[in-house]
């Protein structure tokens, strides 16, 4: 037979590669939706096009298609996927055949979180704006929690052997479990998602409650550290009697504290690739004041003072008293490397860089959490640490040797406090939002939490939220108690028990992927194997739990001992209080999405 005309050879990828790749760094630079008929070049050279008649018909299909979809896609709204739903589904299904729509450099299937941003009807889409540094930086300001650095303090030189116990048994396993499901379930919704693809969407649901409810418990406790510090260093020399102790004093920190609760609102509601240097900014200027504390306290010792704490063989070894109080804020102060996979949609790279961001973070973290409490133990004896103003009262004695020149470093450090204070808070909150929204978008959670700006496509409503429950807390804590390191330590067990619930989910969470998802593409992998997997995840639970029953403990904060009981019951009953609440705003029905796995099969999560 005659041989026919030959067939033109389909255009190399290395073309389409590069265009996807300009088209990234416009959409991270300008994350406003693109267009559907795109000027000549921006986003593919003419040679070689798809469009050109001597290709097959698939190619010639595709890109017209993908680029009449692209703009309903970027802009994530909703209502616009549910109504053309039905006419893309025949489409959705040949698609998913030939692999999925290319769109943005990676596989999209719908309604799978693992890609990020796809034209999944479940998840809103987000401009990908975060890279390696800031990720890293964003981790170091989300564990750094300095607001509880004079609590981790007031358990005494003990602190250093505890802090070494937890770093082996609990926050390295902690971290590398952490990389391998941040790196294997990149989504949008972080360890909401992790606990839904393996115990269905009822405990995932739970787990973001929790999750998200500690934060708006956090901010109100966190804030009463800045007022106090901001009290300190500002405000009492000039105040009226009636303002400098009391209640007086309590309602003035508690009027500041609303102030700053309503201001992270706000700073939340804009868009992620402004709001994203506040945090960042923290990081540095935490990892600033940490390492200012222990070049200080070390100066005080080269310069011939005697520390105002026993540094001997004896204080090292862990004791059960009053320190056991402050033990489950170690296991606190060791959280928060799932945050930055909440917002795995926003990363450019999350397979590749959330490994290794884990890896850099947690020895920065392990480093200057150290150096932090050796200069508040140099500094300050025990028995006149107060857990509100500890920190600011270690950086006034270390700067009083250096006089004129201390006390202007000292002044800075302290501004610098204040600002990390804000920076904990506003990461946290761009973190545990979204696990809302992502929640909420599904039906695990309110709907209305799951609710985008309009303009800065960010779910401003669960910012609103949060600040509502933050304020009332506030006022009503500041009315119960006329103490504000009291108002503080009650308000931040509430956050404490809450945010280690969500948290006593992720752990078997992680052995049951490794079972049932076994064939989820995995970029990084824990070591060890199963070998090691449940006797990690087992010691990473023990410690959890542990730390979760130590709280309700009572604090040595109370005015007497009767109010210190009263106030253990009063945690139990905001507890059960807080579980019945969620339990009543979750869903009666709750359908998780499918998800893809490793040959393309469309998987649900367990009821």
């Known amino acids: 037979m005659p041989a026919g005309p030959a067939r033109a050879r389909p255009a190399p990828r290395r073309a389409d590669r590069a265009a996807s790749d300009e088209l990234r760094d416009l959409r991270a630079r300008d994350p406003r939706p693109a267009r559907a008929h795109p000027r000549p070049g921006r986003f593919r050279p003419r040679a070689g096009h798809p469009r050109d008649h001597g290709q097959s018909l698939g190619p010639r299909l595709r890109v017209p298609?993908?680029?009449?979809?692209?703009?309903?896609?970027?802009?994530?709204?909703?209502?616009?996927?549910?109504?053309?739903?039905?006419?893309?589904?025949?489409?959705?299904?040949?698609?998913?055949?030939?692999?999925?729509?290319?769109?943005?450099r990676r596989c999209h299937r719908p309604g799978a979180p693992g890609g990020g941003r796809g034209p999944g009807l479940t998840q809103p889409s987000f401009a990908r704006v975060l890279g390696r540094a800031d990720l890293v930086l964003f981790s170091v300001s989300a564990i750094l929690t300095i607001d509880t650095l004079a609590s981790a303090a007031s358990m005494g030189v003990s602190w250093f052997t505890w802090w070494g116990i937890t770093m082996v048994l609990f926050f390295i396993p902690y971290g590398l479990m952490t990389a391998e499901l941040g790196a294997a379930w990149p989504a949008e919704g972080g360890l909401y998602v992790w606990v839904r693809e393996a115990m269905?969407?009822?405990?995932?649901?739970?787990?973001?409650?929790?999750?998200?409810?500690?934060n708006a418990y956090?901010?109100?406790?966190?804030?009463?550290?800045?007022?106090?510090?901001?009290?300190?260093?500002?405000?009492?020399?000039?105040?009226?009697?009636?303002?400098?102790?009391?209640?007086?004093?309590?309602?003035?920190?508690?009027?500041?504290?609303?102030?700053?609760?309503?201001?992270?609102?706000a700073v939340g509601v804009i868009r992620l690739g402004v709001s994203?240097?506040?945090?960042?900014?923290?990081?540095?200027?935490?990892?600033?004041?940490?390492?200012?504390?222990?070049?200080?306290?070390?100066?005080?010792?080269?310069?011939?003072?005697?520390?105002?704490?026993?540094?001997?063989?004896?204080?090292?070894?862990?004791?059960?008293?009053?320190?056991?109080?402050f033990l489950p804020v170690l296991v606190y102060n060791a959280l928060g490397f799932e945050l930055m996979s909440s917002a795995g949609?926003?990363?450019?790279?999350?397979q590749r860089d959330v490994p290794r961001v884990i890896l850099v973070s947690g020895l920065v973290i392990a480093a200057v959490y150290t150096l932090g409490v050796m200069g508040?133990?140099?500094?300050?004896?025990?028995?006149?640490?107060?857990?509100?103003?500890?920190?600011?009262?270690?950086?006034?004695?270390?700067?009083?040797?250096?006089?004129?020149?201390?006390?202007?470093?000292?002044?800075?450090?302290?501004?610098g406090f204040l600002y990390a204070c804000v920076a904990n808070i506003v990461t946290w909150s761009l973190g545990v939002n979204r696990v809302a929204a992502?929640?909420?978008?599904?039906?695990?959670?309110?709907?209305?939490?799951?609710r985008l700006h309009p303009t800065f496509q960010t779910p401003y409503v669960a910012f609103v939220v949060m600040g509502a429950i933050a304020t009332t807390l506030l006022v009503g804590n500041a009315a119960l108690s006329n103490r504000a390191d009291n108002v503080f330590w009650m308000i931040f067990k509430l956050s404490g028990v809450c945010f280690l619930v969500s948290y006593l989910m992720v752990f078997p969470a992680f052995v049951i992927l490794r079972?049932?998802?076994?064939?989820?593409?995995?970029?990084?992998?824990?070591?060890?194997?199963?070998?090691?997997?449940?006797?990690?995840?087992?010691?990473?639970?023990?410690?959890?739990?542990?730390?979760?029953?130590?709280?309700?403990?009572?604090?040595?904060?109370?005015?007497?001992?009767?109010?210190?009981?009263?106030?253990?019951?009063?945690?139990?009953?905001?507890?059960?209080?807080?579980?019945?609440?969620?339990?009543?705003?979750?869903?009666?029905?709750v359908t998780a999405p499918e998800t893809p796995d490793r040959g393309g099969r469309l998987v649900r999560p367990p009821s």
Request: charged share 15%.
């Open 276 to 325: 994203k240097w506040l945090p960042s900014l923290g990081g540095v200027v935490k990892v600033a004041i940490f390492l200012g504390l222990g070049g200080l306290g070390l100066a005080f010792l080269l310069r011939g003072h005697p520390p105002a704490n026993a540094f001997v063989m004896a204080e090292f070894v862990p004791r059960w008293g009053d320190s056991l109080t």
């Open 515 to 589: 079972r049932r998802r076994a064939d989820q593409p995995r970029p990084y992998r824990m070591p060890g194997g199963a070998l090691l997997a449940w006797p990690a995840a087992t010691f990473c639970w023990v410690f959890i739990a542990g730390a979760t029953l130590l709280f309700f403990k009572p604090a040595p904060t109370a005015e007497n001992p009767a109010g210190a009981v009263r106030e253990s019951w009063l945690l139990v009953g905001e507890t059960i209080a807080t579980l019945a609440v969620g339990l009543l705003l979750m869903p009666k029905r």
């Open 438 to 450: 992502a929640a909420a978008a599904e039906g695990a959670m309110p709907k209305r939490l799951g």
């Open 65 to 104: 298609v993908q680029l009449a979809l692209r703009p309903v896609l970027a802009r994530g709204r909703r209502a616009a996927l549910c109504r053309r739903a039905q006419a893309l589904r025949p489409h959705r299904h040949r698609q998913r055949g030939l692999g999925g729509l290319r769109l943005h």
């Open 376 to 415: 508040i133990l140099l500094a300050v004896p025990l028995g006149e640490l107060s857990i509100v103003t500890g920190t600011w009262d270690a950086l006034e004695v270390l700067g009083r040797q250096w006089g004129t020149a201390g006390g202007t470093l000292v002044l800075l450090l302290g501004i």
């Open 345 to 350: 949609g926003e990363m450019r790279d999350p």
């Open 200 to 214: 269905g969407p009822r405990w995932g649901s739970l787990a973001a409650w929790f999750y998200w409810i500690n």
């Open 218 to 265: 956090w901010t109100a406790s966190v804030y009463m550290i800045f007022a106090g510090t901001f009290y300190s260093i500002f405000l009492r020399a000039w105040l009226p009697p009636a303002l400098r102790e009391g209640a007086g004093a309590t309602w003035l920190q508690a009027g500041i504290a609303i102030l700053l609760t309503w201001f992270t609102v």
